[in-house]
């Protein structure tokens, strides 16, 4: 059976990886929307549900030495001052690019799998419907006209999914009410200094945090996570970033007074986060979604990287034993009522998260950024 693959992210290398130790697929193509020389984002926590998953997909690969261990969580107020400390289960802080890099040799490592980069899906076309097997999608209809034939389909096209919207068109995200301004500092200093803690700073007005974690390497992967009602921003740009964080974060903390210092705003990103409320199922004939593309949930979980591979890792058991095309639905069909319920803890998890970041610090406590 052949595989298509749409996105080539965390969730799309993670199936993929996973699909390579199954027989009955004789090849798997991914199609990735960007250039492999693209800008790949700053960085994310791999939790421990996101470690065990990958040792299942890859033991062979020394995970750890892609990142930093955290393993304590140091929430303070915005001049510094600690409110709460608590260890954490280890986590590991790894560069997105890194990561992805050692995720695609290992997707690609098999020599069953290839890469389509810089290629865009728009459309996929269906067979008609039978009793057996309704809506089973036939192929995917590339930006350059070509059109790729398989027998298995996996939405992994992330937050604003097109492959989403085609099997369900219903389905919307909701409206940014965070935004994150995610960047990097060249701060070695500051990167000794935190070693293993997480340190998140807050406004005790709530609604404005800073997170800051050392990601390896004498680098910081630091955001500013605001409620986008209150803080607005003009556009995007650099300066623009820069002049905002200069402005709203003058007198907190010297950490935070050395991560905004020692950053390239340029590199900088603008996340208007949003979620996607739960799906009526994950899976639709012969395609199944995965990560964001099934389940975008707030930053606050830190679980949008972690649940695609657990995602990848659990869809793949149940296709162990599927010979035939016809034997998917019923995989994807316990993939949905195994995973969905996830999904949904998720969504709620990351709304009550929420609601308490934008409720003053003394009210509800600051809050604990991360969802196991
Ligand atoms: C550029 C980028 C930077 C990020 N940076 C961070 C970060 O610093 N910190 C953090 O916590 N999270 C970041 N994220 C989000 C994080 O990676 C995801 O929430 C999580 O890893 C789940 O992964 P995913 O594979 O489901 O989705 P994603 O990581 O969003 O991957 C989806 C992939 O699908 C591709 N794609 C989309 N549409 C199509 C299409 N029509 N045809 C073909 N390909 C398509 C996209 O280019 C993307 O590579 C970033 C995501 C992206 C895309």
New binding site residues.
């Given amino acids: 059976m052949r595989s298509i693959i ?7 290398l993670a199936m993929t990886t996973a699909l390579g130790a199954l027989p009955q697929i004789s090849e798997s193509t991914i ?4 250039p492999t020389d693209a ?6 926590l791999l939790m421990p549900n996101g470690l065990a998953a990958l040792r299942e997909l890859a033991p062979q690969v020394h995970w750890a030495h892609t990142g930093h261990w955290i393993e304590h969580a140091s929430l303070r107020a915005s001049d510094g001052s600690i409110l709460r400390e608590h260890a954490l289960e280890p986590a590991l802080c790894v560069s ?1 690019a890194r990561f992805l890099s050692q995720l695609r040799a290992t997707a690609l490592g098999g020599g069953r799998a290839r890469m389509l980069d810089g ?3 728009t459309h996929l076309t269906t067979l008609p419907d039978d009793d057996a097997f309704a809506d089973r999608v036939q192929s995917v209809v590339l930006d350059n006209g070509n059109a790729l034939d398989g027998e298995l389909f996996f939405g ?4 604003r ?3 989403r919207t085609m099997l369900f068109p219903k389905a919307e995200l909701s409206d940014a009410a965070i935004h994150e301004i ?1 960047s990097v500092a060249e701060a070695p200093v500051l990167a000794r200094e935190l070693g293993t803690t997480f340190r998140k700073y807050h406004d005790p007005r709530g609604g404005l945090a800073v997170g800051m974690l050392a990601e390896g390497n004498g680098r910081v992967v630091w955001f500013i996570q605001m409620d986008a009602e209150r803080y607005r921003l003009s556009d995007a740009s650099g300066p623009t970033l820069a002049a905002f964080a200069d402005a709203t974060l003058d007198g907190w903390a010297s950490d935070v007074i050395e991560a905004l210092s020692t950053t390239d705003f340029n590199q900088s ?1 603008l996340w208007k986060t949003r979620d996607l409320p739960p799906l009526p199922a994950l899976h639709r004939g012969n395609a199944a979604l ?4 099934a389940h975008a949930c707030l ?1 606050f979980t830190s679980q ?2 972690n649940s ?1 591979l657990v995602d990848a890792v659990r869809l793949a058991r149940l296709l162990r034993d599927v010979r035939t095309v016809g034997g998917t639905p019923r995989a994807f069909a316990e993939y949905t009522r195994l995973r969905r319920p996830n999904h949904r803890r998720l969504f709620l998890e990351g709304r009550r998260l929420r609601a308490a970041f934008l409720a003053p610090v003394a009210s509800s406590g600051p809050v604990l950024p991360l969802v196991a």
């Fill in positions: 749409i996105g080539g992210g965390v969730a799309g199609i990735e929307r960007r800008p790949s984002g700053m960085g994310f997105r290629a865009s899906v992994c096209d992330g937050a999914s097109r492959f995610v990103h995965l990560g964001d593309a930053p949008g990287a695609a």
